[in-house]
């Protein structure tokens, strides 16, 4: 039995140790996960303290799976674990029912689950717990509780120290469709063999006599019964998702809303690309290095844009802090967001491959730069 308890512990921990640190990573991926939860509970007011929420949930579960695999306070962290777990665990079962989110986001941008495989992993991980519970005479460390509750400290701090790090820097991983080396229109063509979305429609009828409405499939429509069937709506319902490729939503328009998308990707030579989902929250402190690197583009001959989701007033409004020579785009911000997380953040594209990405506080001067424009 013991081995067995130990095999399970350690299990768990691997599991619960690579989810916080796939999301540790990108914490503000997972903050744009919470955004997204609180939108469709109807709780969006909660939104601002989504990065916090964040922070806790990565730096928890990070820490737990740490404790379980090395066996520090392993009572603690199995309840601390199952009291994490009654709470996901409703939450995607209901998720698996409405579809409200269509990706939990439990593993970050690493791996892809639907709701319902999160939902059946969630309870196959839970009912371990509750053994590993129910067992917990053979959970025991061999180190006295102080250094036990040091050790603890010391690996949740660290885990929010890392994830700050990835924040103020680019993370650690890129695990998003859009890393450095991406040749972004590769990654959004769909193979010969492609599986379509598959949908069911059905076609609504209201009664006339009684005012009750009614589905029919499209074999046994009552089209002739006028008398009795008059046509309310159709319904497509989505049955299997289909192939998506990983970039999906990367469409640039100009200010006039014209599809600018293969203009900017055909452009063989070196761009420069400053994303900022939101001009009015971008940190003016690195805007002058965009200056720098704005003349260094016009005397190569280099293209500058700025892609943003901002609207045509604070375009024009905000744009006055960024060089004249900067073009500006609009784009979906959540695809912005998938991009780059900090704002403002420098792209350097070449040919329709992404060659460096830099978040606002990395930035380099133009001696840097210059070590990718071959």
Same mark, same amino acid.
């Given at each position: =039995?013991?081995?067995?308890?130990?095999?399970?512990?350690?299990?768990?921990?691997?599991?619960?140790?690579?989810?916080?640190?796939?999301?540790? &990573?990108?914490? /503000?991926?997972?903050?744009?996960?919470?955004?997204?939860?609180?939108?469709? =509970?109807?709780?969006?007011? *909660?939104?601002?303290?989504? *990065?916090?929420?964040?922070?806790? =949930?990565?730096?928890?579960?990070?820490?737990?799976?740490? =404790?379980?695999?090395?066996?520090?306070?392993?009572?603690?962290? %199995?309840?601390?674990?199952?009291?994490?777990?009654?709470?996901?665990?409703?939450?995607?079962?209901?998720?698996?029912?409405?579809?409200?989110?269509?990706?939990?986001?439990?593993?970050?941008?690493?791996? +892809?689950? +639907?709701?319902?495989?999160?939902?059946?992993? #969630?309870?196959?991980?839970?009912? !371990?717990?509750?053994?590993?519970?129910?067992?917990?005479?053979?959970?025991?460390?061999?180190?006295?509780?102080?250094?036990? &509750?040091?050790?603890?400290? %010391?690996?949740?701090?660290?885990?929010?120290?890392?994830?700050?790090?990835?924040? !103020?820097?680019?993370?650690?991983?890129?695990?998003?469709?859009?890393?450095?080396?991406?040749?972004?229109?590769? #990654?959004?063509?769909?193979?010969?063999?492609?599986?379509?979305?598959?949908?069911?429609?059905?076609? %609504?009828?209201?009664?006339?006599?009684?005012?009750?409405?009614?589905?029919?499939? !499209?074999?046994?429509?009552?089209?002739?019964?006028?008398?009795?069937?008059?046509?309310?709506?159709?319904? #497509?319902?989505?049955?299997?998702?289909?192939?998506?490729?990983?970039?999906?939503?990367? &469409?640039?328009?100009?200010?006039?809303? #014209?599809? /600018?998308?293969?203009?900017?990707?055909?452009?063989?030579?070196?761009?420069?690309?400053?994303?900022?989902?939101?001009?009015?929250?971008?940190?003016?402190?690195?805007?002058?290095?965009?200056?720098?690197?704005?003349?260094?583009?016009?005397?190569?001959?280099?293209?500058?844009?700025?892609?943003?989701?901002?609207?045509?007033?604070?375009?024009?409004?905000?744009? *006055?802090?960024?060089?004249?020579?900067?073009?500006?785009?609009?784009?979906?911000?959540?695809?912005?967001?998938?991009? %780059?997380?900090?704002?403002?953040? *420098?792209?350097?594209?070449?040919?329709? &491959?992404?060659?460096?990405?830099?978040?606002?506080?990395?930035?380099?001067? !133009?001696?840097?730069?210059?070590?990718?424009?071959?």
């Amino acid at each position: =039995m013991k081995l067995t308890i130990r095999i399970l512990r350690i299990f768990i921990g691997i599991i619960f140790t690579f989810s916080g640190f796939v999301k540790a &990573v990108d914490p /503000i991926g997972t903050q744009i996960k919470f955004e997204d939860y609180f939108l469709a =509970m109807g709780i969006e007011w *909660l939104s601002p303290a989504a *990065l916090f929420f964040s922070f806790l =949930m990565n730096a928890a579960e990070f820490s737990l799976g740490i =404790m379980l695999i090395i066996n520090t306070l392993p009572k603690f962290s %199995v309840i601390a674990a199952i009291a994490l777990m009654t709470v996901f665990t409703p939450l995607t079962l209901w998720l698996a029912i409405y579809n409200p989110v269509t990706d939990c986001g439990c593993f970050g941008d690493a791996i +892809t689950l +639907t709701n319902w495989e999160t939902f059946w992993k #969630n309870i196959i991980i839970l009912a !371990i717990l509750i053994f590993l519970l129910i067992k917990r005479n053979y959970l025991n460390s061999r180190l006295i509780l102080k250094k036990e &509750v040091f050790f603890s400290s %010391v690996i949740f701090a660290s885990a929010f120290i890392f994830e700050f790090y990835n924040i !103020i820097k680019s993370p650690l991983i890129d695990f998003r469709p859009y890393a450095e080396g991406t040749n972004i229109i590769k #990654n959004m063509e769909y193979p010969k063999n492609a599986e379509k979305d598959i949908y069911e429609t059905k076609i %609504v009828y209201k009664n006339l006599k009684s005012g009750d409405k009614k589905e029919f499939n !499209i074999e046994n429509c009552p089209y002739d019964d006028t008398l009795t069937w008059a046509f309310d709506t159709t319904i #497509n319902k989505l049955i299997k998702k289909g192939y998506e490729p990983p970039i999906h939503d990367f &469409v640039i328009s100009d200010l006039n809303g #014209n599809d /600018i998308t293969e203009n900017i990707l055909s452009n063989k030579n070196y761009s420069f690309i400053i994303i900022s989902n939101d001009l009015k929250e971008s940190n003016e402190k690195e805007i002058s290095k965009l200056k720098l690197i704005a003349k260094f583009a016009e005397e190569n001959h280099l293209k500058y844009y700025c892609f943003t989701a901002s609207g045509e007033k604070d375009i024009k409004r905000y744009s *006055l802090r960024y060089p004249r020579s900067i073009k500006f785009f609009t784009a979906d911000k959540k695809m912005l967001q998938t991009f %780059v997380r900090s704002n403002p953040s *420098l792209i350097i594209l070449k040919n329709a &491959v992404i060659i460096k990405k830099y978040s606002y506080f990395e930035i380099p001067g !133009i001696e840097n730069l210059k070590k990718y424009i071959k």
